[in-house]
């Protein structure tokens, strides 16, 4: 590994910034000289990151151009970089299929970190002459640990991410209303504010949610520490997602030892298997289209036909949990 690195990425509390974070700290401890040019304004959710990143930022003025150069960022736009020296990228996608565009940005890059199996396999597949290699995240679990909690007098369901079809937000309420027609013990708590739509989409969205009294809209929080009590604060998450680039939120959710019901597809394949999560396999894909953010290029996971598996895991656990379990 080389001791100087030139890192373009941003810092922010959606995932790519998060995940920015995460690998600055982790190569700065362990020896490598770090300078960090940030993708838009950094954005930290406490004084210890702006300290712990402010030493990066400042480097740059003493930069290693010959260093290697590690990009951090959407695939789509891979054509910029700093220094000379080997340029790596490390992007984030959620579909099957890279369009030209994607793949020319990508084919800029020296070599390519992907955090799962899943997603090197599109990519040499896309890009056949690239050097690819699996990197997967990591939580930091000093902020995301298992507090033990006692079993409190709610059964609380927990998704967490943007607003999206992608992430079946779509499907998700009628879930929780089938697996639980009148039980009122039982919660489902949202956090999933976008903030790349207008307030009258996010309306629209809370609006689909806001029909069953036993659901609770949850602002985004500024801290991953807030994010953590708020997590050891529930009992299982439910992630039926039709293709994601990492999905951090599960990986953060397990860290703190909760159940996880989610799609065996995509990237959190890298760490979701059948002995830490309750699998729903789709038996098809579907055109990767939203309206918004997916125009049908590519495909995603389709969850019809495997809908009532989710429901029967969140019956179950709920089960459990009413039998006296934790």
């Known amino acids: 590994m080389s001791k100087n690195i030139n890192i373009l990425a941003p810092i922010n509390n959606l995932g790519y910034g998060v995940a920015s974070l995460n690998i600055c700290k982790a190569l700065a401890k362990r020896g490598s000289r770090i300078s960090f040019f940030p993708i838009g304004q950094p954005v930290f959710s406490s004084q210890e990151e702006a300290n712990e990143i402010s030493p990066l930022l400042q480097q740059q003025g003493s930069f290693d151009c010959t260093a290697p150069c590690l990009k951090i960022w959407h695939e789509h736009s891979m054509g910029e970089r700093v220094g000379t020296g080997k340029f790596v990228g490390f992007p984030f996608f959620e579909v099957n299929k890279l369009d030209e565009f994607r793949k020319n940005h990508l084919s800029s890059c020296d070599e390519i970190l992907v955090a799962s199996r899943w997603a090197q396999e599109i990519v040499e597949k896309e890009i056949p002459s690239s050097k690819t290699h699996v990197v997967p995240l990591g939580v930091d679990t000093s902020v995301f640990t298992n507090t033990n909690s006692p079993k409190e007098e709610k059964f609380v369901f ?169």
């Open 158 to 326: 927990f998704n967490c991410g943007k607003w999206e079809k992608r992430k079946g937000h779509d499907l998700l309420i009628y879930l929780f209303k089938e697996a639980f027609k009148h039980e009122p013990d039982v919660e489902l708590w949202m956090m999933c504010n976008n903030p790349f739509l207008s307030p009258e989409q996010s309306a629209q969205w809370e609006s689909l949610y806001k029909q069953d009294p036993r659901v609770r809209l949850i602002d985004r929080v500024q801290t991953q520490a807030e994010l953590a009590s708020i997590m050891n604060s529930t009992d299982c998450g439910i992630f039926p997602s039709r293709a994601e680039g990492w999905n951090l939120e599960i990986l953060e959710l397990m860290a703190t030892g909760k159940h996880v019901i989610t799609t065996n597809y995509s990237a959190h394949t890298e760490f979701c298997d059948e002995k830490n999560s309750m699998l729903v396999t789709p038996q098809n894909k579907e055109a990767a289209f939203d309206g918004q953010f997916f125009n049908g290029f590519g495909e995603w996971a389709s969850l019809q036909g495997v809908e009532q598996e989710f429901v029967t895991h969140m019956k179950n656990i709920y089960r459990e949990w009413k039998e006296g379990g934790k």
